[in-house]
């Protein structure tokens, strides 16, 4: 079964992929701005966020076009999220997505820029959605509160203020919801958006999403311990490296990865509420709870 989810997923990244070169090909930019920007976001992530979003819309039968487009703005806003994170004054890496990072090809300049270019065109992307004017509204509220000093920024300046000293687990709790977290629930309730739904749903889904990017970051922090480098696309042993505070070097790994599985059980009971609808976003789920890359 886990065979056949990845399987899914990876059809299902394969045809996202398409749909991103076919937006890059089209997007006028300076010639080396696109190749610093296409070097990171078409090489090939999991795509794990937009398919979320599809998945959930699909569930709801709701507008998939729409949510293919939104889907866009949010890899884009991930990928800007990771080309600055791998950045010497941040996390320091030098691989992302099976590939050196941004900065040391294109240098750091045009890797913040890259980054910063990747922002707006989130936003531009959601113009372009064919929704009414007012659904467009709450998907750019929805975007920007998750990706900024609320969301994913704010998150990344907890885990850049926390480097040197020890934090405990409720503070570690909170850097997680803000820094992954919030790109997930982003990633969810923008697929309500595109979709006919009730205020029981938004509500459900929406606690969905919190265990969700939860149990996502917990297993990040265990990979960053255990997993394989050539599976990743990213090198292991930087959090330690750094003295990161994640759960494994506060829980340690056995405990670590019991707070993934009930996390990923919330997510899982959460779905409950759709019965058989829910049955692809369950095994969702359950690959993101085991996933090795
Ligand atoms: C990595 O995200 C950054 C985190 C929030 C942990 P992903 O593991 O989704 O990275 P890609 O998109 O597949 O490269
Ligand atoms: C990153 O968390 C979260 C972001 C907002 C990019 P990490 O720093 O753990 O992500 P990786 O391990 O570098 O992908
Ligand atoms: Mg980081
Ligand atoms: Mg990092
Ligand atoms: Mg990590």
Redesign the pocket.
Known sequence: LQDDIEQELKYRAARFDDYLEELMAQWEMHARLKESISHTLLAGGKRIRPILTMLICDMLEGNLGAARTYGAALEFI?TY??I???LPA??D?EM?RGKKCNHLIFGEGMAVLAGDALQSMAFEMIGEIDLPAETRMELVDLLAGAAGPGG?VG??VM?LEAEDRKVDLEELKRIHAA??GQ?FRAAILGGVLCSEHSREEWKILDDFSRNLGLTF?IV??IL?VVGDEEKLG?EVG??EARE?S?YPSLLGLEESRRRAEEAASRAREALGHFGDRARTLIELVDFIERRQH
Do not use: A, I, N, V
Request: hydrophobic share 15%; net charge negative; no cysteine.
């Open positions: 991930h999220s990771l600055h994170d791998d941040m996390d890496d992302r994913m998150g990344q885990d820094k992954t790109l970051q990040d922090d960053d990213k930087q959090d990161k994640t």
